[in-house]
């Protein structure tokens, strides 16, 4: 079984603070994400990376940024926290180059941000 | 882009009733469709998935879905409901014209269930 890992399950942060979230994916797929959860929203993209070091914004990618120097962790850095970015976030990974490979999801991370 | 819209945000039935959730999709090709779960304080996992073999897909938990290509639809539906399938439920679709393989969500449909 794939096994997406999110380091930390609930995580509070001042605004201002620089805030770093972890995942890391046992199943050597190349395709990783950050998804970001809101009530009535969905899920919305910020990030995605096909490769190591390579990197493309999602469609909410302000404030936010990524690293990934290894395959298996791909992280998300929030430069300057704000009370805006409090919100579930989520990553996952699939399989490059097939598109009807699922998505494997963490158990998420819920950041507030006072 | 394309988009998905899933028609209410919030589901009640009986336990043993009929589920309904509904899922509408805006795409210039054929997409692959997804349905995900997620229950309290857990990520997202695969119900099911339309590839294009056959239109009506069966997925875990006895859940399926019909993609309806004229009514750009692919709603869920399960014949019996049960308590334990109250959890938030969500549509996305990936669209291999847009050359990312990366999902789009809808907004979720949490569904609960009355004794």
Sequence with gaps: ?114 | AQSVTQLGSHVSVSEGALVLLRCNYSSSVPPYLFWYVQYPNQGLQLLLKYTSAATLVKGINGFEAEFKKSETSFHLTKPSAHMSDAAEYFCAVSDPSQGAQKLVFGQGTRLTINP
Aim: net charge neutral; charged share 25%.
């Design chain 1, 1 to 114: 079984d794939v096994k997406v890992t999110q380091s930390s399950r609930y995580l509070v942060k001042r605004t201002g603070e620089k805030v770093f979230l972890e995942c890391v994916q046992d199943m050597d797929h190349e395709n990783m994400f950050w998804y970001r959860q809101d009530p009535g929203l969905g899920l919305r993209l910020i990030y995605f990376s096909y490769d190591v070091k390579m990197k493309e914004k999602g469609d909410i990618p302000e404030g936010y940024s990524v690293s990934r120097e290894k395959k298996e962790r791909f992280s998300l850095i929030l430069e300057s926290a704000s009370t805006n970015q409090t919100s579930m976030y989520l990553c996952a990974s699939t399989p490059f180059g097939s598109y009807n490979s699922p998505l494997h999801f963490g158990n998420g991370t819920r950041l507030t941000v006072t």
